[in-house]
């Protein structure tokens, strides 16, 4: 029998390590998938060529499939989400003039008093007529809208105190280099590719922002991934063994080496190195310190599509003013995210499955033992660092609590 | 080789783009009746937030792909874009394939706004029939009344008679019972 040919697009960031691990590590093979993976350099270009058909399934932003499901600034197209392929792993990286205003450089600190810090400097900024400028990979990432909730959370506004541009990821480390921008928020490897040219520092990684908060998924036209189920299913548990492989520190350099050839991230093994193994470095000279939460791609359950998750994304973009509050637009958005089908794939493999679809985002403050379907699941805390916490049924009113007196 | 085709097609007024700087500025100034886009340039997302922060942006956009067959062309007009122009095109086949650009993206502009206005007008009754039922409850008037009191309201200050009536429902979502 041959192999189904199968094509995902993708961003070089590490983050897209599970699909260049199923095809590289042989789990696609396993399954039957004869995987591709398409490169480019911008969110629009993979979700175009999703949607043209150049591809099957993509790498992306989480919020970017909602906002095409949503069909915001174009006509909608549905989407949908039925693997996570990671949380957390980015950071916000400043010039290092302005690091050594708010921030101990070269290790992490306290964000809320880093932010504090920032929003002196940006009001002086401001009324100099340099307002403070950030760089965000996509009008629609997490990264823009973590990034807001940290500035919004700190006293800054991020419409009237600072400026939010794009810049997309393999840019990021030249915009602040010459000066186009003050501070990115953008994945790895280029928060270390920026620190080891000594033209940022890394401030905060986005676990301090949101904790086990959603990062890239496996997005696929709705359509097409319900024709084909039995495709879609040998897909995801291809992705979660390799998911199994990201987190095994025996496989550590062999990962790293895979992730850095030309055809995936084309960069340094050894700050790939650093990212896939939670020790980051945040600043140049600075020792590497142990972020044990600095990205998730297999624990916990990290791949289990919570439509929370997606719920708080929707809420974010109200609050961005990128979307209005329509209530028929909130459930789309929910359920672009898919557990029913990741439960589906999953169930043969015997691993936990969550018994919820939906969960109170920011209500997990140690471990907690959850509900499943099968198997055990711990899941570790989920904390926003304002200690705010997000009801998926009291969206109304989370906005409205949200909003500066 | 795609800017030789488009001047043979007798398009003489054509700009391009290499350096990205001030471009929103430019695209502007330019007004152009149409923009083309490699469909892999590498600053398509900083070009998309230029098109999401301003309607004068909004212009027909034909995209250049590296594949193609009927199908992906298909998806891709489905997909917002005007036109889809693939490598390799015969350059007397330009000149068409921008003029249905420009045609598809008028059609769906009218069908956006129609939408928009459609919304609009329907959040704008809601709120008229929100202040009527406040202003029925609150100070006792019966359903012309309140609607009288909501149009002079609005003729007074100038205002749209949905502005005064969203006015008064945010007033009393904050004041409650005051």
Redesign the interface.
């Known amino acids: 029998m041959t192999n189904t040919p199968y094509r995902i697009g993708f961003l070089p960031l590490v983050d897209a390590a599970l699909p260049v691990l199923a095809r590289e590590l042989g789990f696609a093979e396993d399954e039957g998938i004869d995987l591709t993976l398409v490169r480019?350099?911008?969110?629009?270009?993979v979700g175009?060529?999703l949607?043209?058909?150049?591809s099957d399934a993509a790498h992306m932003v989480a919020p970017l499939a909602i906002a095409t499901t949503l069909g915001?600034?174009?006509?909608a197209?549905s989407l949908s989400v039925p693997f996570v392929l990671g949380l957390n792993g980015n950071a916000i990286t400043v010039r290092p003039e302005l690091a050594a205003r708010i921030t101990t450089i070269g290790a992490p600190g306290d964000v809320t008093a880093i932010g504090g810090r920032l929003a002196k400097v940006a009001q002086e900024a401001a009324v100099c007529g340099k307002p403070l400028r950030f760089g965000v990979?996509?009008?629609y990432s997490s990264h823009n809208y973590m990034l807001r909730y940290w500035l919004n959370g700190c006293g800054i506004d991020p419409d009237a105190d600072v400026e939010i541009?794009?810049?997309?990821p393999?840019?990021a480390a030249d915009a602040l280099a010459d000066g186009t921008v003050d501070g990115i928020c953008v994945g790895e490897p280029w928060n270390s590719v920026a620190v080891d040219r000594g033209v940022g520092a890394i401030v905060a990684v986005t676990s301090q922002i949101w904790l086990r908060g959603v990062e890239k998924v496996l997005a696929m036209r709705t359509e097409r991934m319900e024709a084909e189920p039995d495709m879609t299913h040998r897909l995801i548990r291809a992705l979660y063994r390799a998911g199994i492989a990201f987190v095994d520190p025996g496989r550590l350099d062999e990962i790293a080496t895979i992730l850095a050839r030309p055809a995936y991230l084309d960069g340094s093994a050894a700050l790939i190195r650093h990212a896939v193994s939670d020790r980051i470095i945040f600043a140049q000279n600075a020792p590497a310190i142990h972020v044990p939460e600095f990205m998730f791609q297999h624990r916990e359950a990290a791949n289990f599509p919570w439509q929370s998750q997606a719920a708080w994304l929707y809420a974010q973009m109200c609050s961005a003013g990128h979307l209005d509050y329509v209530e028929a637009d909130y459930r789309a958005a929910q359920q672009v995210f898919r557990p029913d089908i990741y439960r589906a794939a999953l169930r043969p493999l015997g691993v936990p499955l969550p018994g919820a679809s939906s969960k109170l985002e920011g209500g997990i403050n140690d471990a907690l033992g959850v509900g499943t379907t099968q198997g055990r699941l711990i899941l570790g805390a989920d904390s926003f660092f304002d200690a705010r916490s997000f009801d998926p049924e009291a969206l109304e009113s989370y906005i409205a609590q949200g909003r500066p007196d | 080789m795609i800017e030789e085709g488009l001047r043979e097609a007798g398009l003489a007024d054509v700009t391009t783009f290499a350096d990205r700087a001030g471009i929103a500025a430019r695209l502007e100034c330019l007004s152009p009746d149409v923009i083309l886009i490699n469909?892999?340039?590498?600053?398509?997302?900083?070009?998309?937030?230029l098109?999401?922060l301003s309607r004068a942006m909004a212009r027909p956009v034909a995209?250049f792909?590296d594949?193609s067959?009927t199908?992906?062309?298909e998806?891709?007009i489905?997909?917002?874009?005007s036109a889809?122009v693939v490598d390799g095109l015969k350059k007397e086949r330009i000149r068409p394939v921008l003029e249905l650009a420009i045609r598809r993206f008028r059609a769906?502009s009218r069908l956006r706004t129609e939408l928009d206005e459609a919304r609009s007008a329907l959040a704008e009754r809601k709120a008229i029939d929100q202040a009527k039922a406040l202003l029925m409850k609150k100070r006792g008037m019966d359903e012309p009344a309140a609607y009288a009191a909501l149009r002079k309201a609005a003729m007074d200050s100038g205002r749209r008679i949905g502005d005064v009536a969203d006015a008064i429902v945010t007033a009393d979502r904050l004041m409650g019972d005051l």
């Open positions: 480019d350099l911008s969110w629009a270009t175009d060529r949607l043209y058909g150049h915001l600034g174009r006509p197209a990979v996509h009008r541009v794009t810049v997309a393999p840019f | 469909l892999a340039n590498p600053h398509r997302d900083e070009l998309e937030e098109f999401a995209m792909v594949q067959d199908a992906g062309m998806a891709a489905d997909a917002g874009v889809y769906y």
